[in-house]
């Protein structure tokens, strides 16, 4: 019997986003991200452009937060936990460097 592929949870992908000390995607990842949501015109748009700069980490990550939040209320957290986790570690923002 082959192994079943494991259903992507709230938790489980949230727990790889901020697994190695991640804050969020690297504003042009979190773009692509944001872009990909149902219902991002109900959304907060990502910290990024001026955002970035004027943001704290903090604020950075609970922005990203809900917009994962977001992807699991609207059921996709498949497709997103696949773009996620397909990122490469310097396409991530790291507390200590932003």
């Known amino acids: 019997m082959a192994n079943q592929p494991v259903k992507e949870t709230f938790e489980s992908l949230w727990k790889f986003c901020t697994s190695n000390n991640r804050v969020c995607p690297i ?3 979190w ?3 944001f872009n990909m949501l149902k219902d991002k015109e109900n959304l ?3 910290l990024i ?3 970035w700069e004027m943001s704290s980490p ?3 990550n609970l ?3 809900d917009h994962v939040q977001s992807a699991a209320n609207h059921n996709q ?6 773009y ?3 990122l490469k570690e310097d396409e991530w923002a790291h507390y200590g460097e932003i």
């Open 63 to 65: 922005r990203f937060k």
């Open 77 to 82: 957290l498949e497709d997103v936990g696949k």
């Open 44 to 46: 907060d748009l990502p």
């Open 84 to 86: 996620l986790r397909s």
């Open 31 to 33: 773009n692509d991200f």
């Open 49 to 51: 452009l001026n955002g």
């Open 58 to 60: 903090l604020e950075k």
């Open 27 to 29: 504003p042009m990842k």
